[in-house]
């Protein structure tokens, strides 16, 4: 159950075409099953962290393995086992997907091309909508759905996914307080199953009662990482990063 699932050393990424590297010298050991939080003011380079580890973003220095996998080898292969629900993200009001294809859609990439869904896919994305509490919205068009209802259907299909890494960036912005709380426990069992969690957040009211491994971003850079209880992390962030932490 435990042993690194990330490891990245002296990691510089640079967005196409940007000046500067976006991350300076990162380096993390992150284990299986850890619930980490990342916080950091506007621009401290949260979200380019999330996508260096998921292989999206050029790796101009250092070495990254991730799942056991080089990533400067094979980004393919680490996204196949890296599940990633992004910020603040809105399906097209005229997708021609239910929100039970779109969660089925996380099976994609361990069918292989043009293979069917068969039983074992289709279990897996209805336990994931059960998970979520959204089985009665498995036929409505994506489309149509509210925010947080989309925002649920995005975790579900990465969930469905069967990742051994969930990354999750804002994942509470949109959700009403009885959500906020449900996937927060969720989020808490995934990680009690052997699943790494790391959870991008400017709002901390609402982690789960275990320990809470804290980073705090700042101009690219990893500037303070404790694990503490979860009362405890809006404290070192605001610390860690200055009055504007919460900006
Ligand atoms: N697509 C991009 N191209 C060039 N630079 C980018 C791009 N996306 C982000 N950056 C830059 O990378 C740096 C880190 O941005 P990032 O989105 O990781 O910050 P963040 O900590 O997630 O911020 P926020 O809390 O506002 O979401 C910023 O200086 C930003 O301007």
Excluded: W
């Excluded at 980490?36 to 973003?57: C, F, R, S, Y």
């Amino acid at each position: 159950m435990t042993g690194p699932t990330i490891t990245l050393s002296g990691v510089y990424t640079a967005y196409e075409g940007a000046a500067n590297p976006s991350l300076r010298n990162i380096n993390l050991t992150i284990d299986r099953g850890e619930f980490v939080v990342v916080g950091g003011p506007n621009g401290a380079g949260k979200t380019t962290l999330l996508e260096t580890i998921n292989g999206m973003l050029r790796i101009t220095h250092g070495s990254a393995r991730i799942c056991g996998i080089n990533l400067l080898e094979d980004g393919v292969g680490v996204r196949r086992r890296v599940g990633y629900v992004i910020q603040n993200f809105a399906f097209d009001p005229l997708s021609p997907f239910t929100a039970g294809e779109v969660v089925l859609m996380g099976r994609y990439g361990r069918l292989g091309y043009l293979n069917r869904p068969k039983e074992p896919d289709i279990r897996a994305a209805r336990q994931a909508m059960q998970m979520l509490g959204i089985e009665d919205l498995a036929d409505a068009p994506i489309g149509t759905l509210s925010g947080g209802q989309q925002q649920k259907v995005l975790i579900a299909q990465n969930l469905a996914k069967e990742p051994e890494i969930m990354l999750l960036d804002e994942p509470f912005s949109n959700l009403d307080l009885i959500a906020k709380h449900s996937v927060s426990t969720l989020l808490h069992d995934l990680a009690g199953a052997g699943i790494t969690v790391i959870v991008v957040s400017h709002a901390f009211d609402d982690l789960p009662p275990r320990p809470i491994r804290i980073l705090v971003m700042n101009g690219g850079e990893v500037t303070a990482d404790h694990t503490c209880t979860p009362d405890e992390v809006e404290d070192i962030v605001r610390t860690a990063s200055g009055s504007d932490a919460r900006a």
